[in-house]
């Protein structure tokens, strides 16, 4: 079992930028796949980023590339995410997940989530 715990959301003004956090803790996260997802009001839950196991290649939704980079301290138990130039439209909340899959489709674990508010 994997616990996921996300943190450093907040607002923000349109054109800057926040750094997500996800914290592990039951099992290691060296194994999985990590991910990003996140939910607007209204709309699904949809696929931002993905990082294979050893964080050599890094995976982004159209919508994002090139403003988010997601990373991972496998020796630290924890995933982060870059956000640039955020958007007004990136507001949503934001959910870690462990055991991501290719073509984003999520794994079994997620966090509680964390909400990012981009202000124009």
């Known amino acids: 079992q994997v616990q996921l715990v996300e943190s450093g959301g907040g607002l923000v003004q349109a054109g800057g930028s926040l750094r997500l956090s996800c914290a592990a803790s039951?099992?290691?996260?060296?194994?999985?796949?990590m991910g990003w997802f996140r939910q607007a009001p209204g709309k699904e839950r949809e696929f931002v980023a993905r990082v294979v196991t050893n964080g050599v290649s890094t995976y982004y939704a159209d919508s994002v590339k090139g403003r988010f980079t997601i990373s991972r301290d496998n020796a630290k138990n924890t995933v982060y995410l870059q956000m640039n130039s955020l958007k007004p439209e990136d507001t949503a909340v934001y959910y870690c997940?462990?055991?991501?899959?290719?073509?984003?489709?999520?794994?079994?674990?997620w966090g509680q989530g964390t909400q990012v508010t981009v202000s124009s």
């Open positions: 039951g099992r290691t996260l060296s194994s999985y796949a």
């Open positions: 997940n462990a055991g991501v899959r290719v073509g984003g489709l999520p794994g079994n674990y």
